[in-house]
């Protein structure tokens, strides 16, 4: 081939060219190698090559053909490939250059990105949670071990067939990842794999240019969780157990009427209402007139600490008149009736808040109230008079009468549905006779209550305590306040007697023997007994001696390590017509 003609094909090659004479002079190069060098052709004219390339003075130019890749100051990659060529007796070589240099760059952000992705893959394997990468049309594209082992698939199948084909043949029960293809919109389930364990699911979509190119898979596992959710929920469950039973252990410890009373049956109530103080449950209070069915109300009403949050109503049914007991109850809105205040009125469902409303009397109520109650209670929403908005009711309700529920309804005066309702938990409270234990505790409790009220030092007379054993006391709790009450404003010495009192003493309360001389029955030890018999002789016998040797029923009761009580209710057991001394308080 002559030179010559290889200048003309120099312009349209992609690469530079450089010819060189025997002595390595450029005689003539093309426009690329010119940029390939950042230099003008006129530059390269007639210098020689070393001048730019000193790297080239390596080649072996007695070799046909040589090649080398240089790298240059400036940063650049070159190859060059220099060839001899022999021409009119003449020798020349041909140069020809390339710049590797963004070659070289790609290569190295190839290798970058190469060594990247497997750090990435090893940082995926040693992740806790499995990674599950498909392309825009679910076939897989990545898993990590961690899915492996949650989802208990081969490794060839998870990365071999698509997601659709997993879930079509029951390989995998659900799948986040059809959703997300679907809809391309994030997502998240529960799957419960067959072969592996319960796992939270989440999976992401990937755009690229606008278009679905991946969906990440995340998949968690909650087997684990759900056991530590159980244990937590135990725990809980046991310290909300722990707290609820110090509670009772600190009310019955400190509460004064639980340390006060001595019946076993109120005893019992009292711990009933500690127990369900802690619960919404609606609670129904029976019991005869003046037993204390609003303390026991308020009680509960404390001992659950509501009074933080709200307070305690008393709504007594049977006091407000019919026609006002629904707007009291519910309240009402602006204008709803005529003679209403121009900005309304909250009702005292609402006024207890969360507190307790506490609904006394609940016999009394009229039946069409009875039906607005019931839906209050089921669906705990009100609705004031004239108004639409509903009012969430957040109350507990405690309800109370001395009336038979049972014979109302067959009357057909109370609702039987009310009834079952409000009967959730109910309370008997038993009446002043049936827990006669309590009453000496009660009437000294009344009688330093109004000692402290009108700044008296009244005491009661062992004979006066006497009759308040013996009397039936039909207005329980209420009758005792109001006689105590009574007896202290009109008695005009210190020790209360029930004789010789004007008109400071119940007609009720009888005292037969007029004699001031006591004497308690002792049977006959000669005589044939049996063992009670010997026991209660016995039993008097000391009695006696300690009530002669101390002088006062509370020595005597302190020294038999009894009750007061108890001592007053065994002395007038053994009580006969007449006394054998003279005893004071």
């Known amino acids: 081939m002559q030179i010559s003609k290889i200048y003309e094909q120099l312009e349209d090659v992609s690469f530079g060219v450089a010819i060189l004479d025997n002595t390595l002079l450029i005689k003539h190069v093309n426009t690329r190698f010119a940029l390939i060098l950042q230099k003008e052709i006129a530059e390269l004219q007639n210098k020689f090559i070393y001048s730019f390339l000193p790297e080239i003075r390596v080649f072996s130019f007695n070799k046909p053909h040589g090649f080398q890749r240089i790298e240059r100051d400036n940063g650049q990659t070159l190859s060059l490939d220099l060839i001899r060529v022999k ?13 590797r240099t963004k070659h070289q760059q790609l290569s190295g952000q190839v290798d970058q990105l190469n060594e990247e992705l497997s750090l990435y893959k090893k940082m995926f394997n040693v992740l806790y949670d499995g990674i599950y990468i498909t392309d825009g049309k679910g076939n897989p594209v990545f898993v990590n071990d961690a899915f492996l082992r949650l989802s208990g698939l081969k490794k060839d199948i998870a990365l071999e067939k698509s997601v659709y084909y997993l879930k079509e043949n029951n ?13 391309q919109e994030p997502t998240s389930t529960i799957n419960n794999y067959y072969e592996g364990v319960s796992c939270l699911v989440s999976s992401t979509p990937v755009f690229i240019d606008g278009e679905l190119s991946r969906v990440v898979c995340i998949a968690r596992d909650i087997s684990e969780l759900n056991i530590l959710r159980g244990n937590l929920e135990n725990a809980t469950s046991l310290t909300l157990g722990y707290k609820h039973h110090l509670k009772e252990i600190e009310v019955k410890a400190t ?11 109120m005893k019992n109530i009292y711990e009933k209402a ?19 069915k609003d303390h026991l109300a308020k009680f509960i009403h404390d001992v659950s600490e509501r009074d933080i949050d ?21 309240g009402y809105e602006p204008g709803a009736f005529t003679g209403a205040q121009k900005q309304g009125k909250a009702g005292l469902f609402e006024v ?10 609940i016999g009394d109520m009229p039946l069409h109230l009875q039906v607005k109650l019931l839906n209050a209670l089921q669906d705990k929403q009100i609705y004031r008079v004239g108004g639409t908005k509903t009012i969430n009711l957040q109350a507990r309700i405690i309800a109370a009468t001395n009336s038979n529920l049972e014979k109302l309804i067959e009357e057909g ?11 959730v938990i109910d309370i008997k409270m038993p009446p002043l006779r049936y827990r006669r234990d309590d009453i000496i505790p009660l009437a000294m409790h009344f009688l330093n209550q109004f000692n402290q009220q009108f700044n008296r030092s009244h005491y009661f007379s062992p004979r006066t305590l006497e009759l308040f054993l013996s009397y039936d006391w039909p207005g329980n709790i209420r009758e005792m306040k109001n006689t105590v009450e009574r007896l202290i404003v009109m008695s005009e010495k210190d020790c209360i007697e029930p004789i010789g009192i004007e008109d400071g003493f119940i007609n009720s309360l009888k005292y037969t023997d007029s004699s001031d001389q006591l004497s308690f029955h002792i049977p006959n030890t000669a005589s044939k007994l049996n063992l009670k018999q010997k026991i209660e002789n016995y039993e008097a016998t000391l009695i006696k001696e300690a009530i002669e040797v101390h002088g006062t029923l509370k020595e005597a009761s302190e020294e038999l390590e009894i009750d007061l009580s108890t001592l007053i209710r065994k002395k007038q057991k053994y009580l006969l017509n007449k006394r054998e001394s003279r005893l004071t308080s």
Request: include cysteine; charged fraction near 20%; hydrophobic fraction near 40%.
């Open 413 to 423: 005066k109370f609702r039987r549905d009310l009834y079952y309702r409000l009967n």
């Open 352 to 361: 207890a808040g969360n507190g307790t409303i506490y609904l006394d009397e």
């Open 274 to 292: 500690i127990k369900i103080a802690s619960v919404d449950s609606p609670v129904l209070i029976l019991g005869e007139t003046g037993v204390g």
């Open 255 to 265: 509460n004064k009427h639980i340390i006060n009373t001595r019946s076993k049956l």
């Open 171 to 183: 390989i995998i029960p659900n799948s986040s990842v059809i959703p997300v293809l679907e809809t």
């Open 310 to 330: 709200g307070c305690f109503v008393k709504v007594n049914c049977g006091a407000i008149p019919e026609p006002l007991l629904e707007s009291e109850l519910f």
């Open 87 to 99: 021409s009119d007796n003449s020798t020349e070589f041909l140069v020809f250059c390339r710049d």
